[in-house]
T-cell receptor, first 114, second 113 residues
Framework: AQSVTQLDSHVSVSEGTPVLLRCNYS??????LFWYVQHPNKGLQLLLK??????LVKGINGFEAEFKKSETSFHLTKPSAHMSDAAEYFC????????????FGAGTRLAVHP | GAGVSQSPSNKVTEKGKDVELRCDPI?????LYWYRQSLGQGLEFLIY????????KSGLPSDRFSAERTGGSVSTLTIQRTQQEDSAVYLC???FGPGETQYFGPGTRLLVL
């Protein structure tokens, strides 16, 4: 069965410093992986997705993630945090059922301080 | 274009009452999904529709939960005899087809008193 583990429930950074949100996955086949962001009282928004085309995936708002099969990781990074990045971030893997049922990690709440 | 819409945005009900939650997917999207986001369980899959049929209902937590989709478009999630543990945000997503990127609606926040 597929699963994801987000290694940090909370991450706090200063504005202008790098962001690293960690995610490990478990999958018996080549997975599709996603990062979604949820701002307070807003819906889930897709940041980026990996579907085996390239291991380094660039997303919206300057975020990117690198798929590392040897480490079963898909960490999310951004070189310089902005106040507007404060939100909850979900690492997600798709189910192998062929219709892409999503399996969510527990989420990482990112706080950005001035 | 218009995104996924859900109604109501908030619903407060009394324990034991039935509730209906509605989802309007993006036009032309054949796949529709319901998820639930609660404090104790995180984000969890409930049910998947392809067209009007539901090949996967495995995430529905009990027989009090049911869903239907008509005309390959609007979907309704019904919870009968609501319990306090049903309190959560119910999210709907749609995709152009199975396996395509899912786009989420803003959710319905359900509070059962």
């Amino acid at each position: 069965a597929q699963s994801v583990t987000q290694l940090d429930s909370h991450v706090s950074v200063s504005e202008g410093t790098p962001v690293l949100l960690r995610c490990n996955y478990s999958s018996s086949y080549s997975p599709s992986l996603f990062w979604y962001v949820q701002h307070p009282n807003k819906g889930l928004q897709l940041l980026l997705k990996y579907t085996s085309a390239a291991t380094l995936v660039k997303g919206i708002n300057g975020f990117e993630a690198e798929f590392k099969k040897s480490e079963t990781s898909f960490h999310l990074t951004k070189p310089s945090a902005h106040m507007s990045d404060a939100a909850e971030y979900f690492c997600v893997v798709s189910d192998s059922g062929g219709y892409n049922k999503l399996i969510f990690g527990a989420g990482t709440r990112l706080a950005v301080h001035p | 274009g218009a995104g996924v819409s859900q109604s109501p945005s908030n619903k407060v009900t009394e324990k034991g009452k039935d509730v209906e939650l509605r989802c309007d997917p993006i036009s032309g999207h054949t796949a529709l999904y319901w998820y639930r986001q609660s404090l104790g369980q995180g984000l969890e899959f409930l049910i998947y529709f392809q067209g009007n049929s539901a090949p996967d209902k495995s995430g529905l937590p009990s027989d009090r939960f049911s869903a239907e989709r008509t005309g390959g478009s609007v979907s309704t999630l019904t919870i009968q005899r609501t319990q306090q543990e049903d309190s959560a945000v119910y999210l709907c997503a749609s995709s152009f087809g199975p396996g395509e990127t899912q786009y989420f609606g803003p959710g319905t926040r359900l509070l059962v008193l």
